[in-house]
Nanobody, 115 residues
């Protein structure tokens, strides 16, 4: 399985972006898929994830502004980001948690929010 993330870019504060992560290869089962981010000088942090049962989790800092979703038919998941803030500026990485394997990561997509 390989992941291809897209959708990053430059946006003004208050704006929106939608990130996409497309998985190549066949996914029979997974535990969860989602998004981490890493801002300059900071550790990578979990932004959001969606489990195989459809449960979702969000970092407190994005709760109510970001929405994670998936399209199983397209092997793709998304992160809709609304009301973006300058502190959301980071490289966003998608990942998938597969049973019995290390997480698979996408290449990262840069989101820059200007004030």
């Amino acid at each position: 399985v390989q992941l291809q993330a897209s959708g990053g870019g430059l946006v003004q504060a208050g704006g929106s972006l939608r990130l996409s992560c497309e998985a190549s290869g066949i996914i029979f089962r997974f535990n969860a898929m989602g998004w981490f981010r890493q801002a300059p000088g900071k550790q990578r942090e979990l932004v959001s994830r969606i489990t195989s049962s459809g449960s979702t989790n969000y970092a407190d800092s994005v709760w109510g502004r970001f929405t994670v979703s998936r399209d199983n038919a397209k092997n793709t998941w998304y992160l809709q980001m609304n009301s973006l803030k300058p502190e959301d500026t980071a490289v966003y990485y998608c990942y998938i948690d597969l049973p019995g394997r290390p997480n698979v990561w996408g290449q990262g997509t840069l989101v820059t929010v200007s004030s």
